[in-house]
């Protein structure tokens, strides 16, 4: 249809315009209009905030790349719901002018005004329902009641029916048993406002960090801003594991004991009510009172800005699931914060029934995102595994097999085949080999390749067959035991392996690992995270990978369509002569550093290195951090400068500290370090030298700020193992891109490594970076402010 005017306008009403676009230079008014919690934003803050805001409203996917120490994740959450609050105002007109401007067969007139009129009556009476309850729980919030426990049965006794898996009806339209059915629809579904005000059908933003302490830090800025204070704070809530928000002893005790899929477990028989029990902190959906209980639950969590801790307090305050709690919070809230797995694993979001449908995402710490996306979607099996899987269902079909009927029947002996072809390639398989999805499948043998694998996994999650087979297992070898051995893990280990050949035959492989004392073990590669970020980018309106220093980009391009794809790059606030890099192509000596695999094993390259650090460290004050590409460089470096008594000499000046391989340990390190640098010995009168490795934890997640690091030396060029099998495949999965790709893995981790120092305006350090190659042009363009 042609544009009119007035349909141009509309369209044109739609944009929403960038906050304080009018105000020119003044920054104080600019930085007012993001409602950022200073008087002033730096020019970067406010350059970082327009462009996620035009990101977010223009639905484009983008890199931002934010030096630490220049207010990131300030500017994010401003920007971000800057525009939330803008969208929602325009939220009922947007509805209106879309179909003005894109229908083909527009209403009249007086129904699409009818439509307007009863769609903004419906949100207004959601909304201020809504805010009347959290109205009353920030009231009452010093007065948390807490729920009446509820009656626990104490029976004890289990019979053998409680491990027979239900009728399963394997229609289109009654795909689920009865019992997950009755589950979903209590759990999940009951728990929801009327549509046409849901907030969970209405665009969120979602903030996803990698470790919980990044999250409980997240939700203490959103604290600062003034969307996170005043008479109606922005409706934020925090998900969680069960292991960091269960309130249960016992489900927390098992955890502790046995792993995260054993808590699971438990947890779900609490949930049914199973073994004669049932957890005292969910409510049953049938109760009204239990429903009431759990809605009171939510009007407290959104009624402030609260981390974490905070919801799992109130959950114990209440005598309420924070686990559940919070899931049921989720859909009413405005800002969700998240850790990777939950945002980027398909079956959590389901699980969660996260809809990202218009919503806003963003990503932090962004830079590993394509490595996560293939762990997160790697999955292995053993031998050991395997064997214990197989016992299960043969003691299972033992005790059962007259009972099932249809397709429990059917799926249980396909189940059984599929494992005894997998227990045959192990004994067949005399060297490790990697398989296509459709070649592992024919190796099988057999009709298994004739099996429908989507079929079999969706049985497998959809009957919960893997807890009743364990759980079975368990009652059966409690009989002659002390305790249980929660023996369903390994077929929780078959479930996630099966769901993993469910994905796109061409970008998977299955690597058998032939191991003669720990038998043979199958794992199965993705090798396009496009497969597994796509459904991310197809549902969000917007994508926001964020980081301090997200160098180099390119792969990141590959992710998604190029025309949604934008970067934006902002300066330090570190003025540039607290800055020092320089790239040591000679050693003192004159020798050439160029630190291949084969230089480490050469004592002239050592000795030379040894020299070159003992200059640095009469020069550098206080604190020193060099970072060696792996562990085994690090040890070829110390076992010569050992037998030189190089490392003797280096010690004199300060003290030398070491990596250490377990993690556990690096904290009394870190400990050690900033104590000696704190306080100089006579011994080490110049402070102390760390020596860390990339990629390990050092190099990851951990602040060297101000005298810890007032010089980082990075060794050489971490490049990836080329020879690992894993790398290998996905490097010929990337075929003429895969040069770039191999490159572009060794520069982030170096910019991560050298991103650890200066972490503020008045920080100061310098970069040396010992070998030759960082000269070229192909490196050099890699590096941060390139």
């Known amino acids: ?32 209009a993001f409602q950022f919690p200073y008087e002033t934003a730096y020019r970067i803050q406010l350059d ?17 790349e934010s030096p630490t120490g220049t207010g990131k994740t300030l500017s994010l959450l401003c920007s971000a719901l800057s525009w939330l609050r803008m969208h929602r105002q325009r939220h009922i007109w947007g509805q209106r002018a879309a179909s003005t401007v894109d229908s083909q067969d527009a209403e009249p007139e007086w129904v699409l005004a009818h439509e307007e009129a009863k769609q903004r009556e419906a949100i207004e009476a959601y909304e201020t329902e809504l805010r009347e309850r959290l109205q009353r729980a920030r009231s009452t919030r010093t007065h948390v009641p807490a729920t009446q426990k ?27 048993s009865a019992e997950v059915r009755a589950m979903m629809h209590t759990y999940e579904s009951q728990w929801s406002a009327p549509n046409i005000g849901d907030d969970e059908t209405r665009p969120k933003i979602f903030y996803a960090s990698r470790t919980h302490s990044q999250l409980v830090q997240l939700v203490h800025e959103v604290k600062r801003t003034p969307y996170g204070q005043g008479d109606e704070p922005v409706r934020c809530v925090s998900l969680g594991s069960r292991k960091q928000m269960c309130i249960h002893h016992d489900v927390r005790r098992i955890g502790a004991l046995f792993g995260t899929e054993a808590m699971n477990e438990r947890c779900l028989e609490l949930m049914e009510g199973k073994k004669g029990k049932r957890c005292p902190y969910l409510p049953a959906q049938s109760d009204p009172v239990g429903r009431a209980e759990m809605d009171t639950y939510r009007d407290h969590a959104l009624s402030h800005v609260q981390d974490m801790e905070d919801l799992v307090q109130l959950g114990k305050d209440m005598h309420m699931c924070p686990y559940f709690g919070t899931r049921h ?36 710490e962004a830079h590993n995102l394509i490595d996560t996306l293939l762990a997160t979607y790697a999955a292995e099996l053993t031998q050991a595994q395997i064997e214990q899987a197989v016992q299960q ?31 045959g390639l192990c004994v067949e398989l005399t060297e490790s080999q990697t398989f296509s999805l459709p070649d592992f499948m024919s190796r099988l043998g057999g009709s298994v390749d004739q099996i429908n694998l989507v079929r079999l996994e969706r049985w497998l999650k959809d009957t919960r067959i893997a807890r009743k087979m364990g759980g079975y297992a368990d009652k059966v070898w409690l009989e002659t035991h002390a305790a249980p051995a929660h023996r369903a893990v390994a077929m929780h280990a078959l ?16 690597l058998v690992t032939v191991d003669k004392m720990q038998g043979v073990r199958f794992k199965y590669l993705l090798l396009d995270p496009r497969d597994a970020f796509e459904p991310i980018v197809s549902s969000a309106r917007a994508i926001i990978l964020a980081g301090g220093t997200m160098e180099p980009m390119s792969d990141f391009e590959q992710l998604v369509p190029r025309d949604r794809f934008t970067t934006f790059s902002c300066g330090h606030i570190v003025p540039s002569s607290h800055v020092m890099g320089a790239v040591v192509p000679l050693g003192p000596k004159g020798q050439t550093l160029e630190f291949t695999h084969a230089s480490w094993q050469q004592p002239a390259m050592l ?18 951090v060099v970072f060696f590409p792996s562990y085994a460089t690090l040890d070829a470096a110390l076992a010569r400068w050992q037998h030189t008594h190089a490392l003797e000499r280096l010690s004199r000046r300060k003290k030398v500290l070491t990596e250490p391989k377990d993690a556990k340990d690096v904290d009394a390190v870190l400990q050690q370090y900033a104590a000696t640098i704190a306080d100089p010995s006579p011994s080490s009168p110049k402070g102390a030298m760390l020596l860390a490795v990339v990629g390990a934890k050092l190099s990851e997640g951990i602040n060297f700020q101000d005298d810890l690091a007032r010089c980082v030396v990075m060794i050489g060029l971490p490049f990836p193992h080329a020879k690992s099998r894993e790398l290998a495949e996905r490097l010929a999965f990337a075929g003429e891109d895969g040069r770039d790709m191999y490159v572009n893995m060794c520069m982030r981790a170096v910019n991560q490594s050298m991103g650890r120092a200066i972490r503020h305006r008045a920080d100061y350090a310098a970069f040396l970076l010992l070998d030759r190659r960082y000269a070229r042009e192909q490196i050099q363009s890699r590096l941060p402010g390139a």
Do not use: W
């Open 48 to 64: 970082l905030m327009t462009a996620v805001f035009q990101a977010v409203e223009h639905g484009q996917v983008g890199v931002f």
């Open 150 to 176: 509820r009656a626990r049965r104490e029976k004890d006794t289990l019979s053998d029916d409680e491990f027979l898996v239900n009728d399963y009806h394997d229609a289109q339209d009654s795909f689920l």
């Open 393 to 423: 269902v043969e003691m299972y079909l033992r005790r059962f097999s007259m009972r099932l009927r249809g397709t429990n029947e059917e799926q249980v002996r396909i189940l059984q085949v599929l494992l005894r072809a997998l227990q």
């Open 607 to 624: 000795d030379e290195l040894a020299v070159a650090l003992g200059n640095y460290t009469n020069i550098v004050p206080h604190g020193m």
């Open 1 to 32: 249809m042609e544009l009119t005017e007035s349909t141009a306008s509309a369209r044109e009403a739609l944009v929403l315009p960038v906050p304080g676009h009018d105000a020119g230079e003044n920054d104080a008014v600019r930085s007012r």
């Open 329 to 364: 919070s989720a859909r009413h809230a405005e800002l969700v914060t998240l850790p990777y797995n939950l945002l980027l694993l398909r079956d959590a979001r389901e699980a969660l029934h996260l809809t990202l449908d218009g919503s806003v995402v963003i990503i932090d």
């Open 495 to 510: 479930e996630a392996f099966l769901l993993a050949l469910c994905n796109r035959a061409k970008n998977g492989r299955v």
